[in-house]
């Protein structure tokens, strides 16, 4: 999906979302992937958010990756998405388990 002109609400999306440079959303959406070239406000959920060189974002993303070229501009704040914190709080506990077998059957 690819916004060229002004949007004013939420966005689902199973794909790819980009904002032109001639875009200007505000909002929340929720994409795999978001590219930013024109201007956004809101909350982001996303797996990749690319805020590329005449991009501006401002608000609050959740994502496991962001990348912002030279030229772009966030303010606000990121955290972790969601999935990838539940991923991490099973990694975790994977881990202690796997390490408390493997000292005992490491260790006759």
């Known amino acids: 999906m690819q916004i060229d002109g002004e949007y004013d609400g939420d966005i689902d999306c199973r794909s790819t979302v980009i904002i032109s440079s001639s875009g200007k959303v505000t909002g929340e959406i929720r994409a795999d992937k978001i590219m930013i070239n ?38 606000g ?10 991923s991490l709080l099973l990694n975790e506990q994977s881990t202690a388990t796997s390490l408390n077998v493997g000292f005992s059957s490491a260790n006759p």
């Open 77 to 86: 704040e990121t955290h972790l998405a969601q999935s990838q914190q539940q």
């Open 38 to 75: 024109g201007q956004f406000e809101g909350n982001i959920f996303a797996n990749t958010v690319e805020i590329l060189a005449q991009g501006k974002a401002q608000g609050v993303l959740h994502t496991d990756n962001l990348c912002i070229e030279r030229g772009g501009s966030f303010l």
